[in-house]
C-alpha cells in the first residue's frame, strides 16, 4: 500500500532510526540552517525541529537526502541506486490518473482574504546566511495548468517572502510554469494567471515535481505511477487547480506575466550564493492546511536534500534517454559536479561512436541545458568510482584528438563558470576516455593489456581471513 501523506511515511523513517527529532527551542534566523547543514554533510538522518522559537509550525527538512530513503519513498527494500532507477522507469512507463476527491486532510482549516497570512502559517527561516529573506519556496511545488492543452504541471521553484500576502516566484524561461504563464498572458491579457503551492506531500507526489516529464500526461499521473496507486486530488477553494487532498499546506494566489520585483540573494544547489534578480511576483489569495501543519523545507546548497532528488531524476532521464543507442550501458551524474557533468559507460562499436554519443546528449532539449561536461568511457570501468574515471582520462586520452569542444551553447544560469553578463550560454567539452583501440588497430598494433590480475585478486578476496589483516 502507497504512503496516504507525508506523517506516514516519516512514520516509516522513524521506526528505521531514519528521523531525528530537534526538541530544543531553534532560532529560525540560523540555527535551522546550521542544524540541517551539518546533518546533509555527515550523511545524517531526515530532522523534524518541533519547536522553533516564535511560531507554533514544527519543520521538516532533509527527508529525501540518501539512498536508502529514496528507496523507502518507493516502497521498496534495496540501497542499490540501479534497481531504484530501473524500478523508477518501469513505473512511470504506466501513468496513473489521479482521484478526484471533494475534500481532504489539507482542508480541514480555510483561511481566506485577510485572514490568509503567511506569517501566521511559516516559520521565518534563512536557509543561508547571506539570503536576502526567509524562503518557504525551497521545497514548495507549485501547479499550475497550461491554458491551451488545460494539462496541470507540478515544479519546484523558489518562493522568497515578500509581505503577509506576496512572494517571489522563481520560473526559468526555460520551465513548464514560465511557459503557462507567457500562453495565458497571450490568451487571457491584462489578467493574473491562478497559481497553487502544496507543501508537505506524500513522497512520490514530490518525487515526481522533481522529474522532467512530457505533457500530458501531468506529474499528478507520474505520482500515480511511482506510488502504484493514484493520487487524491481535491479542487481549491479559489481557482480550479487540483492539489494533493493530503497536502500538510496548501497556498493558493495569481501572478500577472508582466510583473516583476527583485528577489534574492539565495544559496543556490551548485553551493555558491546567488544574486538578486527580478522574479515574478505570487499574491496570496487563501491557505488551507491541515490541523497540526507540518512545514517541509530544504537548506539548499551542495550537497542537499533537493540536489539528491532532482540530480537523481535527472540522471534516470538520462539513462532512460541513452540506453536507446546502440552501445550505451549505463549513466552516472556525480552529485559534486552539481548536474554540469554526465559520465557514460559504452561499448565502443565503429570509429566517431563515442562522439555521437555526446552529441546526443548536448542536443537533447531536456539534457543539453545542464551537461557541461560529457566524459564517455568503456564499459569496464566503474562509472561510479571517480578514481576509475579519473585513470581513464588520464590513460586514455590525448587533448588535441580525443576533447571535443562546442561553443556558445544554452545553459542554465547558475554556472558560476562564467559573469553575470553572459550567463546562460557556455561551451560544452566532450571527452572520449575510451582505449582508442581504433588508432593502434590503424597501425596494426594493439593496446598493452591490463595488469590487474583479476583471478588472483578473487582467489585472495575468497580467503581473506587468513592472511590477518
Known amino acids: 500500500m502507497a504512503y496516504k501523506d507525508l506523517r506516514e511515511f516519516l512514520g516509516v523513517l522513524e521506526k528505521k532510526g531514519l528521523l531525528g527529532r530537534v526538541k530544543a527551542a531553534v532560532d529560525p534566523s540560523w540555527e535551522i540552517n546550521g542544524v540541517a547543514k551539518k546533518l546533509i554533510d555527515d550523511g545524517g538522518p531526515a530532522v523534524l525541529f518541533e519547536k522553533v522559537k516564535g511560531h507554533k509550525v514544527p519543520v521538516l527538512a532533509n527527508l529525501?537526502?540518501?539512498?536508502?530513503?529514496?528507496?523507502?519513498?518507493?516502497?521498496?527494500?534495496?540501497?542499490?541506486?540501479?534497481?531504484?532507477?530501473?524500478?523508477?522507469?518501469?513505473?512511470?512507463?504506466?501513468?496513473?490518473?489521479?482521484?478526484?476527491?471533494?475534500?481532504?486532510?489539507?482542508?480541514?482549516?480555510?483561511?481566506l482574504g485577510d485572514k490568509a497570512d503567511l506569517n501566521v502559517i511559516f516559520p521565518p527561516i534563512i536557509w543561508h546566511k547571506g539570503d536576502g529573506g526567509p524562503y518557504i519556496g525551497t521545497l514548495g511545488m507549485q501547479v499550475t495548468r497550461d491554458p491551451e492543452t488545460d494539462c496541470q504541471n507540478t515544479g519546484i521553484y523558489r518562493m522568497m517572502v515578500r509581505t503577509k500576502n506576496e512572494t517571489s516566484l522563481y520560473w526559468d524561461p526555460s520551465q513548464h510554469g514560465a511557459q503557462h504563464l507567457q500562453k495565458w498572458g497571450r490568451l487571457h491579457p491584462g489578467k493574473p494567471m491562478p497559481v497553487a503551492v502544496a507543501i508537505g506531500t506524500e513522497p512520490c507526489y514530490l518525487l515526481a515535481a522533481t522529474w522532467k516529464f512530457r505533457h500530458p500526461p501531468a506529474e499528478e499521473d507520474y505520482a500515480g505511477a511511482l506510488r502504484k496507486e493514484p493520487e487524491e486530488l481535491v479542487k481549491c477553494e479559489t481557482c480550479d487547480l487540483q492539489v494533493p487532498a493530503t497536502a500538510e499546506i496548501v497556498l493558493e494566489g495569481e501572478t500577472y506575466p508582466d510583473e516583476l520585483k527583485p528577489c534574492g540573494p539565495f544559496g543556490e544547489y551548485t553551493g555558491f550564493m546567488g544574486d538578486a534578480q527580478m522574479f515574478h511576483v505570487f499574491h496570496l489569495k487563501a491557505i488551507t492546511h491541515r490541523n497540526n501543519p507540518v512545514f517541509h523545507g530544504e537548506r539548499e546548497g551542495y550537497p542537499s536534500e533537493d540536489t539528491f532528488t532532482w540530480m537523481r531524476g535527472l540522471e534516470y532521464l538520462a539513462y532512460s534517454k541513452l540506453k536507446q543507442m546502440a552501445g550505451v550501458i549505463d549513466v552516472h551524474m556525480p552529485p559534486e559536479s552539481c548536474g554540469f557533468m554526465l559520465v557514460v559507460s559504452a561499448r565502443k562499436l565503429w570509429p566517431g561512436h563515442v562522439n555521437e554519443i555526446i552529441h546526443a546528449v548536448w542536443g537533447d532539449a531536456d539534457l543539453g541545458p545542464y551537461f557541461k561536461y560529457v566524459v564517455v568511457v568503456d564499459e569496464g570501468i566503474n562509472i561510479r568510482d571517480p578514481k576509475q574515471v579519473t585513470w581513464a582520462i588520464g590513460n586514455n586520452t590525448q587533448p588535441d584528438r580525443d576533447i571535443l569542444l562546442a561553443p556558445r551553447c544554452s545553459t542554465t544560469g547558475l554556472d558560476v563558470s562564467q559573469p553575470y553578463s553572459k550567463r546562460g550560454w557556455s561551451a560544452k567539452c566532450g571527452i572520449n576516455a575510451t582505449l582508442p583501440t581504433e588508432v593502434y588497430q590503424a597501425e596494426g598494433t594493439k593496446p598493452p593489456p591490463l595488469c590487474d590480475d583479476p583471478d588472483i585478486k578473487a582467489k585472495v578476496e575468497a580467503q581473506w581471513k587468513k592472511y590477518g589483516i
Open 64 to 111: 529525501i537526502g540518501t539512498a536508502e530513503r529514496l528507496s523507502l519513498a518507493l516502497e521498496l527494500d534495496t540501497t542499490d541506486e540501479r534497481q531504484v532507477r530501473e524500478e523508477w522507469l518501469r513505473r512511470i512507463e504506466h501513468p496513473i490518473p489521479p482521484r478526484r476527491v471533494k475534500t481532504g486532510p489539507c482542508k480541514e482549516n480555510v483561511l
